[in-house]
C-alpha cells in the first residue's frame, strides 16, 4: 500500500506542476534541440582554416557543421541551418568572424563571438575561387564564366555588400591577345603579398595566368603561353633522382593545361607554384627582373616544370603550400608541400621537397624529399605561421585533416633534421589531436556524465588524491606545446581554478574503462581502467561494459559487465589497501601493493547474468546490482560483503531494464497506535523500484530484499519498457 500511496502522490504533483507551469503543452521552442558543445573532430571533417593572429583553428564538415578550436579548453560549434558541404573557409585575420562557401553557393559570415550568422548571401553563379585580401573586410569572388567580383563585410552594421568592382573574362581575354570564345572558370585566386591586395594573381581553368593591377585597372604579366622553353634535366625531381641542372633545352607545348591549385613559392610573391591535372607543377616567375650582368635572358628563365614521377599518367595535384628556409639569404630558398602528383594507385603520401635557386629560378636544384605516409584518407592540410609571422616558416605548424575525424600537426623544423638524415619515406610522425575520446575502435557500450558537487571539499578532495596531482603536473607541463592560443574562455580556464567539476566515464565493449574531466568542452583524458589487477592472481573477464556508476562522495566507481562481473575502483584511496574477490560461495581478500592509479578494490560475482542496472545508494554506502534475470543484489560498501540477493520469482520472468533505489522520510505527525507510537518521528525508509520489460514496476525493501505489496504496478495496455525516471519527490509522509 505503500508502494501505491507514493505512485498516487507523484502523479498528483505531475499534474499540478504540468498545468502550473505549461497549460497549454509542450511548445515547438521546448524541442528545439542543438548541440552547444561538440567534442573533438567531427567525422565528416572536410576542410581546414586558421586565424594566424588569433590562432584559431576552423574545421568545416560535409553536413554544415564548423568546428572552431582556439586555446586549452575553448572549443565552438557553429551550425547551419543547411545541412551543405563547405567548399571555401576562411577567417577575416583578427577580425572574429568566419566566412564560408556552401557547395551551392550560399556565402555565410559567421559571429564566433556569438556562434551565429552575422549575414549572409545567396550568390547566383557557381563560385570557383574565392580570397580574402589579409587584414580587412574585402574578399574576390571568382566564378564559372570568369568573373571576379568584390564584397566587403560592414562590421558594424553586419551586412555583406557587393562593390561596383568587376574583372571580366571577355576584357581580360581581349587585353592578352588569347583568342578564348568560351568563358573560363576562375581557378585561382591570389593577392601578391606587400601589395595591400593591390596585386592580383588570377588563375583560369584552361591554363591562363595573370597579374592585375587592381587600382590602374591593366594586366602586369601574362603567365601560360602555348610555347614554353623548359630545361628538361631540371624537371623532374624523383625519388633519388639526380638534383643537377644539366643544359639542355627544349621546347614544349602547353595546350589548355587545366591549372587545379596553386600558391605563392617566395615571400615576397616573385614566384608562384602551379598545381596542374595531369600531376605537373610548374614554378613561374611573376616579377619582370633584368637578367644578370654579362648574361642575356634565356627564354626558360621565367618557369620551370617539376614532376614528382616519371610515369605518365599520375594523379593531379590537389594542394600546394610552401614556407620560407629560415637560413636562406633571399626570398625564394623553401619547402614545398605537395599532395598528388605520383603514380596513380600509389601510396597515398604528402611530399616535400626542400628547393635551393639562390641564383634565380633558371639554377632550381632539389636538395632533399619526404614523403609522409598518412594514417587515413587525406582531406585537407594547411600552414599555421608562428606568431607574428607574415608568412610560414621553418617554425609553422602543419595541420593534416584526415577521416574519419583525425587531425594531426607537426612542426616544420622537423623537416630540415628528415633531409638532413637523407630519408626517403617516413610516418607521419605528428601529434595528434590533444585528446582522443574513441568511440569505435574500441566500441563503446555505455556512458555517464556525472556532476561532483560543489558541497564542503569535495572536489578539492579529488584534487589532493595521488593520482590526480600527478597526471595534472603531467598535463600542465604538455600543454604549452599546442600551438593554437585563441579564443575567450566560457568557463575559468583550470589553470585558474585546479578543479574538476564533471565527470564522463565511457565502457567498452573490450571491457577497459575511460574518464575524462568534462569540466570544459574540451575533455580531459583522467585515466584508463583495465581489467588487471597487479599482484593478485585472479583473472578478471574480458567482457563488455554494460553499467558504470561513479559515487562523487566516496569517490568510488562501479562498473558491470555482461559477464555479471562487476568491479569497484577506489580513487580517493589509490596508494594502498585490500584486495576482496566476492563469489556466491565465498569471499577473500588479497594485500594488494602501493599503486599509481584508480585500484580495483574488489570484483564481486554472484551470477553468470548480465548486469543490466548499477547504482551507488545512501551517499555509497551501498551498492545495488540489477541482473538482467530480474534479481537484485545489495553490497555493503564498508565490509565488501553482500546485504541479499533478491528472489526473481518474486518479480516475475521479465527481464529488468533498469533500478531506481530512494531513500523516504517518514513525518507523520497524526495519531498513532501504542506499536507506531514506539518508531522514530522521522525513520528513513528505502525502497528500490525495479523495472521489467513488460512495463511493471516492482517494489523491493532497499534492507532486506522483501517485496512491497501484493503484486506489481503496470499499466493498462500492454507494453515494453525502454527506461524509468525518477521523479522530483524526496519526501513521504
Known amino acids: 500500500m505503500f508502494a501505491k500511496k507514493l505512485f498516487q502522490k507523484a502523479s498528483q504533483y505531475h499534474h499540478n506542476h504540468h498545468h502550473q507551469t505549461n497549460g497549454s503543452g509542450l511548445t515547438a521552442s521546448d524541442l528545439n534541440v542543438r548541440a552547444t558543445v561538440h567534442y573533438g573532430i567531427p567525422s565528416t571533417a572536410s576542410i581546414l582554416a586558421v586565424d594566424s593572429v588569433q590562432r584559431l583553428l576552423a574545421i568545416g564538415t560535409l553536413d554544415g557543421r564548423i568546428k572552431v578550436i582556439g586555446g586549452d579548453n575553448i572549443e565552438g560549434l557553429l551550425i547551419s541551418p543547411k545541412q551543405l558541404p563547405y567548399k571555401y573557409l576562411e577567417f577575416l585575420q583578427n577580425q572574429g568572424f568566419l566566412v564560408s562557401i556552401t557547395n551551392e553557393n550560399h556565402i555565410q559570415v559567421w559571429n564566433l563571438k556569438s556562434r551565429s550568422v552575422a549575414c549572409d548571401l545567396q550568390w547566383e553563379s557557381n563560385i570557383t575561387a574565392f580570397s580574402v585580401i589579409n587584414g580587412s573586410s574585402f574578399m574576390y569572388v571568382g566564378d564559372e564564366y570568369g568573373t571576379i567580383s568584390v564584397l566587403k563585410f560592414h562590421v558594424e552594421n553586419r551586412e555583406l555588400l557587393q562593390l561596383p568592382y568587376q574583372i571580366l573574362w571577355s576584357s581580360l581575354s581581349e587585353a592578352t591577345g588569347f583568342p578564348y570564345s568560351d568563358h573560363q572558370p576562375v581557378v585561382g585566386i591570389l593577392p601578391q603579398p606587400f601589395t595591400s591586395g593591390n596585386r592580383l594573381l588570377i588563375a583560369y581553368e584552361c591554363g591562363l595566368i595573370i597579374l592585375w593591377d587592381v587600382v590602374e585597372a591593366h594586366v602586369i604579366i601574362v603567365k601560360g603561353d602555348k610555347d614554353l622553353h623548359l630545361k628538361d634535366g631540371a624537371l623532374n625531381f624523383k625519388k633519388n633522382a639526380d638534383s643537377s641542372s644539366p643544359d639542355d633545352v627544349v621546347q614544349h607545348q ?144 602543419l595541420f593534416v585533416l584526415m577521416s574519419p575525424g583525425q587531425l594531426n600537426l607537426f612542426d616544420c623544423s622537423t623537416l630540415s633534421d628528415l633531409v638532413s638524415k637523407e630519408e626517403k619515406k617516413v610516418s607521419l610522425s605528428a601529434k595528434d589531436f590533444p585528446v582522443e575520446l574513441p568511440t569505435v575502435d574500441p566500441s563503446m557500450t555505455v556512458t555517464k556524465l556525472t556532476q561532483l558537487h560543489s558541497d564542503g571539499n569535495l572536489t578539492e578532495l579529488l584534487q589532493e588524491t595521488p593520482f590526480f596531482k600527478k597526471l595534472s603536473a603531467a598535463t600542465s607541463s604538455g600543454a604549452s606545446r599546442w600551438p593554437l592560443t585563441g579564443g575567450v574562455y566560457n568557463h575559468t580556464s583550470r589553470a585558474e581554478t585546479n578543479r574538476i567539476q564533471r565527470v564522463f566515464i565511457a565502457g567498452y565493449q573490450d571491457g577497459s574503462v575511460r574518464m575524462w574531466d568534462a569540466t570544459h568542452p574540451v575533455l580531459l583524458l583522467l585515466c584508463v581502467l583495465d581489467r588487471e589487477v597487479k599482484g593478485v592472481n585472479t583473472v578478471i573477464s574480458s567482457a563488455s561494459v554494460s553499467k558504470i556508476d561513479f559515487c562523487f562522495q566516496t569517490l568510488r566507481l562501479a562498473v558491470g559487465d555482461a559477464s555479471g562481473l562487476v568491479r569497484l575502483y577506489d580513487f580517493k584511496h589509490s596508494d594502498m589497501g585490500n584486495f576482496h574477490v566476492v563469489t556466491g560461495t565465498k569471499s577473500e581478500v588479497h594485500e594488494l601493493a602501493q599503486g599509481q592509479g584508480p585500484t580495483c578494490r574488489a570484483v564481486l560475482k554472484l551470477l553468470d547474468v548480465r548486469v543490466r542496472a548499477i547504482e551507488f545508494v545512501n551517499h555509497g554506502a551501498k551498492l545495488a546490482v540489477g541482473y538482467e534475470n530480474a534479481k537484485v543484489a545489495v553490497l555493503d560498501m564498508t565490509s565488501l560483503s553482500v546485504l541479499f540477493l533478491s528472489d526473481s520469482a518474486s518479480v516475475g520472468s521479465s527481464p529488468l531494464v533498469t533500478l531506481i533505489a530512494k531513500r523516504f522520510v517518514h513525518s507523520d505527525s497524526n495519531s498513532k497506535s501504542p506499536k507506531q507510537s514506539e518508531l522514530p518521528e522521522n525513520r528513513m525508509e528505502e525502497l528500490m523500484f525495479i523495472l521489467t520489460e513488460d512495463a511493471k514496476i516492482y517494489v523491493i525493501d532497499g534492507g532486506n530484499g522483501k517485496t512491497y505489496g501484493s503484486g506489481p504496478l503496470h499499466l493498462k495496455k500492454v507494453s515494453t519498457a525502454i527506461s524509468i525516471k525518477q521523479h522530483p519527490i524526496f519526501r513521504c509522509n
Open 254 to 397: 602547353l595546350e589548355e593545361k587545366e591549372i587545379t591549385t596553386l600558391c605563392w613559392a617566395s615571400t615576397d610573391g616573385s614566384i608562384l607554384a602551379a598545381g596542374y591535372i595531369d600531376g605537373d607543377i610548374l614554378l613561374w616567375k611573376t616579377s619582370k627582373s633584368t637578367a644578370s650582368k654579362g648574361q642575356e635572358a634565356g627564354p626558360f628563365d621565367n618557369v620551370v616544370k617539376l614532376q614528382l614521377s616519371s610515369v605518365e599518367k599520375r594523379l593531379p595535384i590537389i594542394v600546394l603550400h610552401w614556407w620560407a628556409n629560415s637560413k636562406s639569404r633571399n626570398n625564394s630558398d623553401g619547402h614545398l608541400l605537395i599532395y598528388g602528383g605520383d603514380e596513380i594507385g600509389s601510396d597515398e603520401v604528402i611530399t616535400i621537397l626542400t628547393l635551393e635557386w639562390s641564383s634565380g629560378i633558371e639554377t632550381l636544384k632539389c636538395v632533399g624529399r619526404v614523403d609522409l605516409t598518412l594514417s587515413g584518407s587525406f582531406a585537407d592540410t594547411i600552414l599555421l605561421p608562428t606568431t607574428g609571422a607574415t608568412s610560414p616558416d621553418e617554425k609553422a605548424v
